[in-house]
Each structure stands twice: as C-alpha cells, then as structure tokens.
C-alpha cells in the first residue's frame, strides 16, 4: 500500500496531491495565497484485504515464494485505489511481470552471495559488498517504476533523478557499510596471541564505526528524502523537501535517548524482581530445596520472563511507532511545489495504542488478524495528512495533461525500470 517509511514514503505520495476542490471556508490552517485543503483518507475494510491477503499468502507457500510479485502487485493495487485524495482515489498499474523480473534479480543476488559463501568462507561477504554497490543503481529503478505506475486522476507520477544522484543520496549508508568492513579487518588481522596493540587497533575502529554511524543516519534520512521528494514530478509540478540535517538528528537522538531509557527501566524491573525473589531463584539456581519447589521456582522466574518479554517487545511496540510518527510528519510537513503542500498529524500516543491492540489481536488469532491490522493503520496514518493547493485541482490537472503526455510511459519503459521492494 502507498507505504509512508522513510523508504517508500514520498514516492507513493508525491504522486497523489491534488484533487477535487474543496470549501476554503471550512478549511484550516491554510497559509496565504492557498484556496483550500484536500483531505487524504482509506477506505478500504479489514474484510476486503483479508480475501486478497490469503489467496497472497496460500499462492506464495505454494509456488516457494515465485509470485511474490504478483502478491505485491495485487496489494498495491487494493491499497492504492482504496486511498482517496479529496474525494478521488490512486490507482497503481504496475505489471506483476515487470516486477517479478525486478524480483529474479534481487533474488539472484542474494542467492549468489549465499553459495559463492557455501564455496568460499569470505567471499559472500564480496558478494554482499557488490549488492551494495549497485545499490542505489536499483533502488533509483524502483522510484521510477513506482512513480510511473501511480496516478490520480488519470495523471501519472514522474522521477527525473540521476544515477549520480542517487549515489550521493546513498553515501552515508556506503559510509557505514565501509566502517563495517575497516572493523573487521582490522579485528580479523589484530585477533590472536602476540598481537601487541591489538586492543588499541580494534578500540579505534570500533570508535569510527560508532562515529559514522551515528552521523549517517540522520544524514541518509536527510538526503533520501531529498533525493526521492526533489525529483517527483506531477502534473507539471516538482516538489521540494525543506527539511534540515538538525531535524532529523534531533529525531535520531530522541529515539536512542527512548530506547536506553526503556532498556534501563527494564533493567531496573529484573534487578528489582533479582532483589525480591532472590536472584538463584531468577538464573534457575539454589540447591535440591529449590528443585522440589518446581513451582516456587518457576513462579520466581516469572518476573524475568515478563521482564524479557518487554525487552522484545519495546521495539516493534514503542521504538518503531514513534520513529514512524515523527518521521511522517516531519517529511510530509516538509514537502511541498509551488502550488501544493503536504502536511502531517500523526499522534505518537495513537499508533503506539493500534500497535499495541493489533499486537494482541495477531497474537490471539495467531497471525490471521494482520490484513485487519494493516487496514487500521493505513487508515489512521493517510487520515492525518493533508494537501494545501494555491489553484483550483481541476485546473491543475487540466495544465498537466499537455505536458504529461510525451513523458507518461518514459520510466516505465527504461531497461532499468522495474521494482526491486524496499
């Protein structure tokens, strides 16, 4: 479905702004010069997807995973034409043909890696590196495959992007990757007895890892996002990310700051239980008095399972909606062309609560209620953003028509345009 992370965000939306006109006078937060607001919403139900979403899921088991490109193809399709834009929904026409050979590729790939690995110890990680190096060659195929199989209103999206552009959009994630591998070369040559400063060698590479990588994930979310948002095109309009390399650290601190105040909460729960049960009774220790007390025991150890189980569930039900939250708003409210604006509302407090409910409606059905819970937060999520236009949608479509048809099938048809599913 028209997906709003932060790698899929603007190309299912960028292509999807404006629509039918709307009463200026009941619209809010309009800024000068803009004559009204579209709201976006989905109306799909839970029931609808589950059809299509068991008939994706039986069909992917049985052919070992061969169409999952015509499963994805068929749930973009739901998706995008059950989400409506002031009153008119998208449409996605992608051929599942086209992205099964995207697919093949990608597969390939990693199959390779895996049996060059199987051959050679070392050399999949060779392989690992190839994929990444050819990376954001992909990944820019897949943003214009996207963009030029989405429309609204019979107008179809367009990305202008290089591959030069794309590189640089991607030297962060290439940083880091190169961190990676300086650490483990170093380790792997300073492993070993007799080894005078190996400890000094590995903390120092151990430090530059760290470094990079906590400068390039604000920097790869930063430049993405121009990249993907600065080369969408539609109807004549090209938009533009406003967004700051602050923001998006500010963001990144936050959500660490979260996550080692969860962990040390938690940490302070299993100290706590460690204290009042005693801790022998916690790591399953404590003599032949505490193996006749099987049930003592094993009510002791509760504390430290249910401790366990929130350290894993910490991420998928607090860490992950928040980082969601914050990232859709800021991108959409950041996004804009002359004569469009994007903007977001998600409430952290109420995707970390549908989390939570979907959460232990998957658990009890065991897994048969997720088509259900991913309708509920597309629904909640496309409900809280909002398009701001400076002229009237019909007339914005009626000046992009002239130019849109000489470039209408122009990426679709490229060698390289197919999806590759990020």
């Not at 398009?387 to 130019?403: I, T």
Request: proline letters at 5%; aromatic letters at 10%; a positive charge.
């Amino acid at each position: 479905f028209p997906d709003t992370s932060p790698g899929a965000m603007p190309v299912a939306r960028a292509s999807a702004p404006p629509a039918a006109p709307e009463a200026p006078a009941t619209a809010t937060g309009l800024r000068r010069g803009e004559v009204g607001v579209m709201p976006v919403r989905f109306v799909g139900s839970g029931s609808e997807y589950f059809r299509i979403w068991i008939v994706n899921l039986l069909l992917t088991i049985v052919t070992l995973g061969l169409y999952y490109p015509f499963a994805k193809a068929r749930r973009l399709r739901y998706f995008h034409s059950h989400t409506e834009v002031g009153g008119h929904p998208l449409g996605f026409h992608g051929d599942p043909w086209v992205m099964f050979r995207g697919f093949l590729l990608i597969a390939g790939l990693i199959v390779a890696s895996q049996v060059t690995d199987l051959i050679q110890p070392g050399l999949g990680a060779l392989a690992f590196l190839v994929l990444m190096a050819l990376w954001p060659v992909l990944w820019r195929s897949s943003l214009r495959f996207r963009l030029a199989n989405t429309s609204w209103r019979g107008l179809r999206g367009q990305f202008d992007g290089s591959v030069g552009g794309a590189y640089f959009s991607q030297w962060p994630s290439l940083a880091l990757v190169g961190a990676f591998v300086v650490f483990g070369v170093v380790s792997a040559f300073t492993a070993g007895p007799g080894r005078e400063g190996a400890v000094l060698w590995v903390g120092a590479s151990l430090l530059l890892l760290l470094l990079v990588s906590w400068l390039a994930v604000p920097a790869l979310l930063l430049l993405a996002n121009r990249y993907r948002i600065n080369h969408t095109v539609y109807a004549g309009e090209t938009f533009h990310f406003e967004g700051r390399f602050g923001q998006f650290m500010r963001l990144t601190l936050k959500t660490l700051g979260l996550m080692l105040v969860g962990y040390l909460v938690i940490g302070m729960l299993i100290g706590l239980a460690g204290i009042l049960f005693g801790f022998d009774g916690l790591l399953g220790r404590g003599g032949a008095e505490n193996e006749r007390l099987s049930v003592g025991k094993l009510m002791s150890m509760l504390p430290l399972i249910l401790a366990m189980l929130l350290l894993v569930l910490l991420g998928p039900l607090v860490l992950q909606p928040y980082l969601t939250a914050r990232l859709q708003n800021l991108t959409w409210s950041h996004t804009q062309s002359p004569r469009l604006r994007f903007h977001s509302d998600l409430k952290v407090r109420q995707l970390i609560l549908l989390r939570l409910k979907n959460g232990l409606l998957i658990a009890l059905t065991l897994g048969l209620y997720l088509p259900f819970a991913k309708v509920a937060e597309a629904r909640l999520r496309l409900s809280c953003v909002q398009v701001f236009h400076r002229v009237s949608p019909d007339a914005l479509v009626s000046q992009g028509q002239r130019a849109h048809k000489e470039a209408a099938g122009d990426a679709a048809g490229d060698f390289m345009g197919f999806d590759v599913g990020l």
